[in-house]
């Protein structure tokens, strides 16, 4: 079983910066590849970001593309989101979830691969 904490979300103005994160509890963290989803008042859950057991991989929604960036730490079994040049269309509570693919190079984007699932942290962007 997987825990996962997330932090990182506040009010920020469009165009500014955050960077959330997301802790995991036990000792299989990389035998997860990691995502991140977001989910806006009124709408679906929806993909945003990706990354591979081995790091190696990434993905992101068009979304992002160019302005979010994933990353993760093995050694301190965390994910992290950075998000840049951020627009009110982002606002929306963040999940980290964990993917138990079995190629360390995978990643997906269904948010039905991902077996365990973060709180969220609350991201606003004001413009």
């Known amino acids: 079983q997987v825990q996962l904490v997330e932090s990182g979300g506040e009010l920020v103005q469009a165009g500014g910066s955050l960077r959330l994160s997301c802790a995991a509890s036990g000792r299989t963290f990389r035998s997860y590849a990691m995502g991140w989803f977001r989910q806006a008042p009124g709408k679906e859950r929806e993909f945003v970001a990706a990354?591979?057991?081995?790091?190696?991989?990434?993905y992101y929604a068009d979304s992002v593309k160019g302005r979010f960036a994933i990353s993760r730490d093995n050694a301190k079994n965390t994910v992290y989101l950075q998000m840049n040049s951020l627009k009110p269309g982002d606002t929306a509570v963040y999940y980290c979830?964990?993917?138990?693919?079995?190629?360390?190079?995978?990643?997906?984007?269904?948010?039905?691969?991902?077996?365990?699932w973060g709180q969220g942290t609350q991201v606003t962007v004001s413009s």
């Open positions: 979830a964990a993917d138990p693919v079995l190629s360390t190079s995978g990643v997906r984007t269904a948010s039905a691969e991902y077996d365990y």
């Open positions: 990354i591979s057991r081995s790091g190696g991989s990434r």
